[in-house]
């Protein structure tokens, strides 16, 4: 348990500039970097767990910290506590509760993190409502009902502490034999700009921060491979 600090950026009567950045005066180095960071607890050592639960866990799991040493200058991120195993609402909802108690224990400044869950086609938790596939939006082109759909999902999730919605995927289809076409909305891009508009405002109308990807961390034009090795090349 760190001694929790106060100072201007307690104060509600500063601007949320002002009070940014007196906090941001007092952090350590190592106190700013743990704010990059997310634990994602997943399912060591469970012999009944079979197969993983997204596309590289192993590599993205590599070299990870028991969540007690994790926390120690504070944590961004808690990764899909509802979305890992088969949790209940009530128990899932409890576990949120206490590893957030435990991040804002272990700062000195009482910093929560921002629990975040995948979302694209309904909150991804044990009995949540599924709704249609990503494809689906696009054949529909109605964007007041995909922004109706998406408020929904917000709500769900907002309902139980979550904080941050992984949804919409905005990747644009170049060749139907990559791994994750499932997951878009067609390879039209002013379809998929139109339907994305509008995903965001519902899931966000519910006060929940959604998240646009994946962009330069995907390669749909690359198939067959769901997850192709990416390029850079530096502008002249």
């Known amino acids: 348990m760190a001694d929790h600090v106060t100072g201007p950026w307690n104060d509600p009567s500063l601007s949320v500039d002002e009070r940014v950045d007196a906090l941001l005066a007092k952090m350590t180095l190592e106190e700013k970097v743990s704010q990059l960071g997310a634990h994602w607890e997943m399912e060591d050592g469970n012999e009944e767990a079979d197969g993983d639960v997204a596309p590289m866990e192993d590599a993205m799991s590599a070299g990870k910290l ?28 409890a576990d949120l509760r206490r590893r957030q108690a435990a991040v804002v224990e272990s700062n000195r400044f009482g910093i929560p993190a921002i629990a975040h869950e995948e979302c694209l086609t309904g909150f991804t938790a044990y009995q949540a409502t599924v709704y249609p596939t990503s494809l689906a939006w696009g054949a529909t082109f109605d964007p007041e009902l995909i922004e109706r759909m998406a408020r929904a999902i917000g709500e769900d999730m907002a309902a ?43 899931l966000q109308k519910a006060g929940i921060i959604a998240t646009l990807k994946h962009f330069a961390a995907m390669r749909p034009h690359e198939p067959p491979e769901t997850t192709p090795p990416c390029t850079w090349a530096a502008a002249s």
């Open 66 to 93: 028991p969540f007690d040493e994790e926390i120690v200058d504070g944590l961004g991120h808690l990764t899909r506590t509802f979305g890992t195993k088969p949790l209940s609402v009530p128990e899932g909802a």
């Open 160 to 202: 139980v502490g979550v904080q941050q919605g992984l949804s919409p995927v905005l990747d644009v289809v170049r060749d139907a034999r990559w791994g994750r076409v499932e997951e878009t909305m067609g390879e039209d891009p002013y379809v998929i700009g139109t339907l994305a508009t509008s995903y965001v405002k519902g």
